[in-house]
């Protein structure tokens, strides 16, 4: 079964700060990984996103590491403001007609404190 | 460019009751998905469509079902509503069929459903 295991839970980060929020997947076909980010009474809102050919990409204070061989990947928030309060989301597809759209992690409810 | 719409917004309904929802998907894509999202089980894949196709089916049974019009916009309809329906259910929008390289999908607010 495809799965994308996420953690922690909920995280609670001081203004500043940089939050983690580590993800792992069990199925070596999956070859996007994107994380998105959601607002309470809002749809996910795609964040950033990254292929196994490269261990790490960057987009402003958002940062994805990514191990193939550990099949592991984490988000990285740099200076974490209260504005990045969210839930976030780790995903992963895979290649070929019968994808299975992206599977999800369950989530990590994240809170900076002020 | 407008981002993905979905109608209504909120819907409450009793079980055994049927329910249509809609999605616009992004002037220009031609895939959209359907996924239901819950606290219990988070966010699930149910189907895709591509040009009026259905791709990709996720684990649901048969009362979950969806079309696609010519132009683009989908339609997901759940027949004989159980209380455990009651979900968030988001609709995304991408380019090009789920599985190709460099394809991102976008998501809409979604549709709060809620079973009686």
């Known amino acids: 079964q495809q799965q994308v295991k996420q953690s922690p839970q909920s995280l609670i980060v001081q203004k500043g700060g940089i939050s983690i929020i580590n993800c792992a997947y069990e199925?070596?076909?999956?070859?996007?990984f994107p994380w998105y980010q959601q607002f309470p009474g809002k749809g996910p809102a795609l964040l950033i996103a990254?292929?196994?050919?490269?261990s790490e990409k960057k987009e402003g204070r958002f940062t994805i590491s990514f191990n193939k061989s550990a099949k592991q990947f984490s988000l990285h928030i740099m200076d974490s403001q209260p504005g990045d309060s969210a839930t976030y989301f780790c995903?992963?597809?895979?290649?070929?007609?019968?994808?299975?759209?992206?599977?999800f992690g369950k989530g990590t409810h994240l809170i900076i404190q002020p | 460019k407008a981002g993905v719409t979905q109608t209504p917004r909120y819907l409450i309904k009793t079980r055994g009751q049927q329910v249509t929802l809609s999605c616009s998907p992004i002037?220009?894509?031609?895939?959209v998905s359907w996924y239901q999202q819950t606290p219990g089980q988070g966010l699930q894949f149910l189907f895709e469509?591509?040009?009026?196709?259905?791709?990709n089916k996720g684990n649901f049974p048969g009362r979950f079902s969806g079309r696609q019009f010519s132009n683009s916009r989908s339609e997901m309809n759940v027949s004989t509503l159980e209380l455990g329906d009651s979900a968030l259910y988001l609709c995304?929008?991408?380019?090009?069929?789920?599985?190709?390289?460099?394809?991102?999908?976008?998501f809409g607010p979604g549709t709060r459903l809620t079973v009686l």
């Open positions: 002037s220009g894509h031609r895939s």
């Open positions: 995304a929008s991408s380019p090009l069929p789920l599985g190709l390289p460099l394809n991102e999908q976008f």
């Open positions: 469509y591509f040009s009026e196709t259905q791709r």
């Open positions: 995903a992963a597809s895979g290649p070929g007609g019968g994808a299975d759209g992206l599977t």
């Open positions: 990254i292929r196994p050919d490269v």
């Open positions: 199925n070596t076909a999956f070859d996007y």
